[in-house]
């Protein structure tokens, strides 16, 4: 029993470990007509300069310069995910008029 305990809890760290941080969806890179909500938080390809990933940020900064006043597909608020990925838009340069449908 004891071994298969410490089975269960070192799987549950691996597989902790191995989970991909967060991507920021741009839709493809596809023109839009409504925001989809994004899912999850931003990690550090966009929020720590020492691994920024530049064509993500670029992504992140164009889809929301482009796009960032469309209301939400499914017509619903900005949810917390979808606020973090302004703030990091905002952190990196961007303009707060250019984020509205996610700053409220």
Same mark, same amino acid.
């Given at each position: 029993?004891? !071994?298969?305990?410490? &089975?269960?809890?070192?799987? $549950? #760290?691996?597989?902790? @470990?191995?989970?991909? *941080? ?5 839709? &493809?890179?596809? *023109?839009?007509? @409504?925001?989809? +909500? ?6 550090? $390809?966009?929020?720590?300069? #020492? ?10 900064? !164009?889809? +929301?310069?482009? +796009?960032?006043?469309? *209301?939400? @597909?499914? &017509? ?6 979808? !606020?973090?990925? #302004? ?7 961007? !303009? $707060?008029?250019?984020?509205?449908? $996610?700053? &409220?």
């Amino acid at each position: 029993m004891r !071994r298969l305990l410490l &089975g269960l809890a070192l799987l $549950a #760290a691996v597989a902790g @470990c191995s989970s991909e *941080p967060a991507v920021f969806d741009n839709a &493809g890179g596809e *023109p839009v007509t @409504c925001l989809p +909500h994004q899912s999850g938080e931003p990690g550090p $390809a966009y929020t720590d300069p #020492a691994q920024r990933d530049t064509a993500r940020v670029f992504a992140l900064m !164009r889809f +929301h310069t482009e +796009h960032g006043t469309l *209301p939400y @597909c499914d &017509g619903e608020p900005a949810g917390d995910s979808d !606020r973090a990925w #302004a703030q990091v838009y905002l952190d990196l340069g961007g !303009r $707060a008029e250019k984020v509205t449908s $996610a700053l &409220g």
